[in-house]
């Protein structure tokens, strides 16, 4: 009894701990492309998962990531540096330990990575991002073409973020990426206001669930064959051999008797 118990504190005291040990970070931008790019550099800095990305309207976007307090602090750091070059810093926090309440209200708890394991998984995943986004969204038309017919690419998605702004993702090869990248800028600066670019060869899992992608890139997941838990055989039926097995005798030729046999013999004159 007593070692019961103590394991059962020993239990409790490690899932405290590593309650204890939790915190969320949030990185801000006023650009889609620029978001992911900081969501991306902030998964690759630390050991951090990204939750998903919040849009707020007028060009605000969110990456919220969690994880250890000293994880999401450096995955914060990175992120807030990344944002900074691209120009499109807005703000960011790190809260450690927060309350269950926090959680139940703001997109922050593991509820939602539950969600995106059941959405199934995208046939353009494991290739390289491009995202490009214009200011009206004749611009990102305009370019969205351009891009498909540059290079061998696909368009994934688009997304919007309010204040006029249209993000779209493609995806294929770094090259192609690329290639289809700057065919879109040129045809967007001609159309409209070219906003911001971003180039992804490597994304990592969790940016794959979190990123949008149209339903008819989506496949559902395999499902798993469900067995009955116990499958009863068939018995085999024995086979019925008869107790005793009459060989058939054997019939024997009788050979004549080659001494009783006439031999002819022919005399030859010479």
Not at 143 to 154: C, E, N, P, T
Not at 218 to 228: A, C, D, G, V
Not at 250 to 263: A, G, M, Q, S
Request: glycine share 8%; with cysteine.
């Amino acid at each position: 009894m007593e070692i019961s118990s103590r394991l059962a504190r020993s239990e409790q005291s490690e899932q405290t701990k590593d309650f204890r040990d939790t915190a969320v970070g949030m990185v801000s931008t006023r650009s889609f492309p620029a978001i992911v790019g900081t969501a991306d550099m902030m998964l690759k800095s630390s050991g951090v998962s990204l939750i998903g990305f919040e849009k707020i309207g007028g060009g605000h976007c969110t990456a919220i990531v969690r994880g250890g307090i000293s994880d999401v602090r450096l995955a914060v750091e990175s992120g807030v540096q990344t944002a900074e070059q691209f120009g499109q810093l807005v703000s960011s926090i790190i809260i450690p330990r927060p309350m269950p309440n926090l959680e139940l209200i703001f997109p922050m708890g593991s509820r939602l990575m539950e969600l995106f394991d059941k959405n199934g998984y995208s046939r353009l995943s494991n290739q390289a991002i491009g995202l490009l986004e214009t200011r009206g969204f004749p611009a990102l038309v305009g370019a969205s073409d351009a891009m498909l017919k540059s290079a061998d690419v696909y368009l994934s998605s688009y997304e919007k973020i309010g204040d006029g702004l249209c993000t779209a993702i493609i995806r294929g090869t770094v090259a192609n990426v690329a290639v289809a990248v700057e065919a879109g800028m040129l045809e967007a600066e001609r159309i409209g206001e070219l906003h911001a670019v971003m180039v992804i060869p490597r994304p990592l899992d969790d940016l794959e669930k979190n990123l949008p992608a149209a339903s008819c890139w989506i496949e559902e997941k395999p499902q798993p064959i469900n067995l009955p838990i116990s499958v009863k055989e068939e018995k085999s039926q024995p086979i019925n051999l008869p107790i005793s097995v009459k060989e058939v005798e054997k019939e024997f030729v009788e050979l004549p008797d080659l001494t009783k046999l006439p031999i002819h013999i022919e005399e030859y004159e010479e």
